[in-house]
C-alpha cells in the first residue's frame, strides 16, 4: 500500500502497530514536546483543575520536552515575570533537561537553531506555528494546551490521519526571497482553507532551488491554509542544515510512488506577480498592483514566518543609498538570537539603521499587539504572519501582509508600490 | 464537567461568516481576564454580540470557523453559547473545543437551512441538524468513539487522569498525588 508522507509518519508513531491510513484515527507516539510561553497552563494550572492537587506528577520523558519561554522574552508586566517563574519552578521539579527561559527569540527558531527537530519525527507544540518543522522534514503540528497536557504525561496523543494535497511548486528563484508571496498567491486562488485538516507535501522543480529559510516560511504558514503537516522532502540541503545543529540520528520521510493525494495545485513562480493580503484574512489576496498607492504609516518584517536571514538581508540590500520614508516606522525583528547575530556579522543591522529602520529584539512582539501598536486609521504593511482586525491594537487600523521586499519597497516610498518599479534591476 | 452528547440541543441561533478567527473569539492580548472577554467577545464582527447573546444560544457559523492561533474558545461558553456548528472548523479550534469538552458540531450546509434568530435543534444521536420552524435539515458528522469519551469525562485533562487513576490502581500503588474524591 502506497503512502503519502503523513501516512509514513504516522505509520511509524502508530501506537498500534497497524499501518495508518487518511481518515483513521490513531494514537500516536510522540518524539518531542515544545511549550512556549503558555507552559504554565499545561504544566501546572491543569493539573490542578484535573486534580492532581500537587500539579503533574510526571512529564514522560524529560529529555523530549523542551521550553522556551519566547512571547514575553523580556517580561513585558510582573504578572508574566510571576508565571515564568512558576514556569522555572516546575521545570526543574519535573527535571525537563531543555529549558531557554533568558534568552530572547521565537521558539520555533530556536527550536530549529539548536537542532532540536530532526527529520522524520513526530513533533507537537502548543502553538499553531509548530507546523513550520516540516521545513526541515518533521511531522510537525500545533496542538492544544489541554492535548500538551496529555503529552507531557503520556508522551502520546489522538490524530486523524490526514488526507494529503501535492503543492507542485516550478519555475526559477530569483535574486530574492518569494516565499510569502507564494503562500499569498496559493491562499488567494484556492482558499484560506485549500488544506483544512490536510498534509501538505511540496514538491516540484522550484524545491531544490529553495533556501531553508523559504521553506520555512512555507511551512510556517500552512496553518494559515489550514495544514495539519507542511512537509518539506529530506535532500542535501536539510542534511547540512540538521546535522550542523545535531549528531542525533533520524530517518527521513519520503512519500511512495503511487500514494494517493486527495488534491494537486501546482504553481509556476516565474507567472507569479508579487501579491499581498488586504485586511482582514489571509485568503484576501490581490496581486500587489492592485493596492498601490495605499498610504502606510508602519512596515514590519519579523515573526516565525519571516524573521529569518533572508528576509532581513534583502531589506538591507534593497534600502542601500535609500532611507526609509519620513515618518514611516519600519519595524524589523529577527527571529532569534541566532539570527540577529548572523545579520549583525553580515553587516546588516548597521545598513538598516543607517536607512531609518527600528531593529527589535528578537521574539514574537511585532506579529502581535505587543511591539508597535497602530492607532485608528493607520496602515501597516507587514511580513509578518496574520492581519486579523485588531491583532496589532485598534481594531479600526488595516494590516497588508507582503513579502520581505514590498515590505521593504513600501517602506521607503510610503505607500504600497510594485518594487520592481522602486528598485532598478530586480 | 462531563458534556452529554446524546442530550438533543435547541437553541436561538446567532450566524456568522466564514474564516471567523480566534482573535474575534478570544482576544486576550487586549482583555486577558474572562470578564473583560465576554464583554468583547465576536465584537469585530457583531458588535451587538457581548450584550444581547443569551444562554442556550447556538452560534451557527460558516467555513474554517476558528481559524489563527490556538486558542481555546471557553468565552464562548461562559457567555451561554450551548452549542457550534459550522460547515467546517479550523483543525485546531476543533481540537481545542474537543479537548475542553465544548458541545462543537460540523454540518457542511448548515448555513443554507438556517437564519440569524431562528431556531435550531442539534440532535447527536440521530445526527442530525434542523430547523425547528422550517424542518430543514442536514447531517452532523459523529466523533469516533474515543472523542465521544473525552466529551464524556469532561475534557481531555479529565480523560488523562482517569487513565492516570486506572494506571495506578492496575500497578497496586496508591494514586499518589492524585485526588481520586476530585
Known sequence: MAQTMAEKLLTRHNLSGNPARAGDFVEAKIDGAMCHYHAAEPMHDMALEAGFKDGLPRVWDPARVYVLLDHHQPTLSQ?????????????????????????????????????????????V???????????VNAGATGITRADMFYVLLYGELWFQVPESVRVVLEGRQPSYPIAKDMILYLAGNHGDDFAQGMSIEYSGSLVPQL?????????????????????????????????????????????????HYANEI?????????????????????????????????????SCANGRFEDIEIAARMLEGKKVAKGVRFLISPASQHVYLQCLKAGLIEKLIEAGAQVITPGCGVCQPRVGFLSDGEVCITATTRNFKGRKGSPKAEIYLAGPLTVTAAAVAGEIVNPKEMFRGL | ???????????????????????????????????????????????????????????????????????????????????????????LFLRNSISRA??????PGVAGIVEDGETLEVDYPEAVIRNVAGGASVPLRKFPPMIEQIFECGGLPEFARERYLREQALKGQPPMNADARR
Open chain 1, 266 to 302: 501546482r504553481l509556476n513562480v516565474d507567472e507569479m506577480p508579487f501579491m499581498v493580503a488586504k485586511p482582514h484574512q489571509f485568503g484576501n489576496v490581490t496581486p500587489v498592483d492592485e493596492a498601490r498607492g495605499t498610504r502606510i504609516n508602519q512596515a514590519q518584517i519579523g
Open chain 1, 125 to 135: 507544540g502548543n502553538d499553531s506555528h509548530t507546523v513550520g518543522y516540516g521545513s
Open chain 1, 79 to 123: 504578572k508574566l515575570a510571576d508565571e515564568n517563574a512558576l514556569i522555572r519552578r516546575e521545570v526543574a521539579r519535573l527535571g525537563i533537561q531543555c529549558f531557554h527561559d533568558s534568552e530572547p527569540g521565537i521558539a520555533h527558531q530556536m527550536m530549529l537553531d539548536y537542532g532540536l527537530v530532526r527529520p522524520g519525527e513526530l513533533v
Open chain 1, 211 to 259: 533556501s531553508i529559510d523559504s521553506r520555512m516560511c512555507l511551512s510556517t504558514h500552512g496553518v494559515e491554509v489550514g495544514a495539519k503537516f507542511a512537509l518539506f522532502g529530506s535532500d542535501e540541503a536539510t542534511h547540512r542544515f540538521v546535522k550542523a545543529r545535531t549528531d542525533q540520528p533520524y530517518e527521513p520521510l519520503a512519500p511512495d510512488a503511487g500514494a
Open chain 2, 102 to 107: 465544548i458541545p462543537i458540531f460540523v454540518a
Open chain 2, 1 to 91: 464537567m462531563g458534556f452529554d452528547l446524546n442530550r438533543v440541543i435547541r437553541g436561538r441561533v446567532w450566524k456568522f461568516g466564514d474564516s471567523i478567527e480566534t482573535d474575534a473569539i478570544n482576544p486576550y492580548y487586549r482583555y486577558p481576564t474572562m470578564d473583560e472577554l465576554k464583554q468583547h467577545t465576536m465584537e469585530v464582527y457583531r458588535p451587538e454580540f457581548p450584550a444581547q447573546v443569551r444562554p442556550g444560544d447556538i452560534l451557527v457559523a460558516g467555513r474554517n470557523f476558528g481559524c489563527g492561533s490556538s486558542r481555546p474558545g471557553l468565552v464562548l461558553r461562559e457567555v451561554g453559547i450551548a452549542a457550534i456548528v459550522a460547515e467546517s472548523v479550523a483543525r
